[in-house]
C-alpha cells in the first residue's frame, strides 16, 4: 500500500491492510494465474479503480476477454477497471 491510495499486490492476491477504496494494481496474467482468481480478488476487494498489471503476455484477443470480464466485476461493485496502454498513466 502506497499513501494509503495505491495497493500493488505484487505477483499475489493477498488482500490489503489498508483502504480497501484504493486504487488497485490488479494482476492479470502470468503462469500461476486463473483470470476466475482475478475476478473474485477485484470483487473481494472492491476497489473504486483498479488497473490491469503483468498483461504484456496477453494477446489482442487475451486483453479483450480479460478486459470485458473484470469491467463487469468492477461495475457490480460499484468501481471501474481503467486499462492502461504504454505511455498512459492514472493521476492519484
Known sequence: MVNN????PG???T???GNKNALLAVPVS?????LGE???FV???KP???????NSL???IGEGMMEQMLSGVAQASGGTLKPLKPGESITV
Do not use: G, I, Q, R
Request: charged letters at 20%; zero cysteines.
Open 5 to 8: 491510495t495505491l495497493y500493488y
Open 48 to 54: 473504486t479503480t483498479s488497473f490491469p498489471t503483468h
Open 38 to 40: 482475478v475476478m473474485d
Open 15 to 17: 488482500e490489503p491492510d
Open 43 to 45: 470483487n473481494t476487494v
Open 30 to 34: 502470468a503462469p500461476w494465474l486463473k
Open 58 to 60: 496477453l494477446s489482442d
Open 11 to 13: 505477483d499475489s492476491f
